[in-house]
């Protein structure tokens, strides 16, 4: 069975990352870890399915947003992204279109679009 993050460490860990990031500074890597994998699993909770995966290397994969299910292979929707620009997506720092267009955040499959969801929380 898989961990799960703490709601309040998750939070927590948003924060720092946040702070971090307005401060001009580099987060630690276990902040933008614990924070990718609790925005992560969030998204999971308010989307649930198994229709997109969501990819944040190296820090966490979710399966997301009802649909067509996928188990083998490689998943009919996508999204691919850094740390970085997730959890700006995440926090409502940047949109899913100016994401997109810079070629930060790849996304392909007829589900990819998750600015639906997003943001989920504020930071």
């Known amino acids: 069975m898989r961990r799960r ?8 860990a948003v ?3 946040a702070t971090a990031t307005d401060a001009g500074a580099r987060p630690q ?11 992560l699993e969030e998204l999971a909770a308010c989307a649930p399915g198994h229709a997109v995966e969501v990819r944040v ?6 399966q997301a ?10 998943p009919p929707s996508v999204v691919e992204t850094d740390a970085a620009t997730w959890l700006a997506l995440a926090t409502g720092r940047l949109g899913w279109r ?14 990819c679009d ?5 943001p989920l929380l504020r930071a």
């Open 5 to 12: 993050i703490d709601p309040a460490a998750g939070a927590h």
């Open 114 to 118: 998750l600015s639906a969801y997003l």
């Open 98 to 111: 100016e994401a997109l267009d810079s070629g930060a955040l790849h996304a392909s499959g007829e589900r």
């Open 29 to 39: 890597r276990a902040d933008t870890a614990a924070a990718v994998r609790y925005t």
């Open 15 to 17: 924060r720092q990352w």
């Open 57 to 62: 290397p190296p820090f966490g994969v979710t």
């Open 65 to 74: 947003v009802s649909g067509t299910v996928h188990r083998r292979g490689t």
